[in-house]
């Protein structure tokens, strides 16, 4: 049976994931649990980090937690079991983040998290709303969501991939925007797929059947 982890360590929107998960993995025979314990990382086929809030908050929310960063590098890096990063939970994949000060991430993918009104966009900050998908290259995760199709965004900061074969899909606020990246068995979205209706649903199945 799946067992798909969301990782508890304080920081994110857990009751909304968990119910968009549970109403998904039913039909898929998987076993959603929200945790903050390594062990429950470990002995899960899928795991879910998602991110509410500044970068360097979840990440020193992260490494507080005991064990649960030598968890994921085990499972994610070395297991190569499905990972799904959701917003904040994206960004901390990177090698570092430019907000409030430089901040190193897991460099689990390489290239910067830099804000969105720094490249002097005129388009108001944060980006928050329903935006359009521009899917860059056809990935499991986004099976049966195309080009068009809308998602919940709430950011002010976003991933600048230094390998653009990275960047799944973009968003287009004032300038391209990186809404998804994938490497290997890592797959993240900065857009809420909790929040994003059906579109977020499909991809939430998608990623159970990874």
């Not at 900050?125 to 195309?146: A, D, R």
Request: charged share 15%; proline share 3%; net charge neutral.
């Amino acid at each position: 049976m799946k067992q798909v982890t969301i990782i508890d360590y304080g920081s994110g929107n857990l009751h909304s994931i968990a119910k968009a998960f549970e109403h998904e993995a039913g039909s898929l025979g998987a076993v959603i649990k929200v945790s903050s314990a390594a062990a429950d990382i470990e002995s899960a086929t899928h795991i879910v980090l998602p991110g509410v809030g500044a970068f360097a908050d979840c990440l020193s929310g992260l490494k507080a937690a005991p064990g649960v960063i030598g968890a994921l590098e085990k499972s994610v890096m070395q297991q190569k079991k499905p990972f799904l990063g959701v917003c904040v939970g994206m960004q901390m994949l990177a090698e570092e983040s430019l907000e409030n000060g430089i901040h190193k991430g897991l460099g689990w993918i390489k290239g910067s998290v830099i804000g969105i009104d720094s490249q002097k966009n005129t388009l108001k900050v944060p980006h928050m709303g329903w935006n359009e998908l521009v899917i860059n290259t056809q990935h499991p995760i986004f099976s049966g969501i195309k080009t068009g199709d809308h998602a919940y965004f709430v950011h002010s900061y976003w991933m600048d991939c230094k390998d653009n074969s990275n960047v799944l899909a973009k968003v287009e606020y004032g300038m391209e925007l990186t809404a998804a990246i994938a490497n290997d068995n890592i797959v993240a979205t900065q857009f809420h797929p909790e929040k994003s209706q059906q579109v977020g649903l499909r991809l939430i199945n998608n990623f159970i059947r990874m």
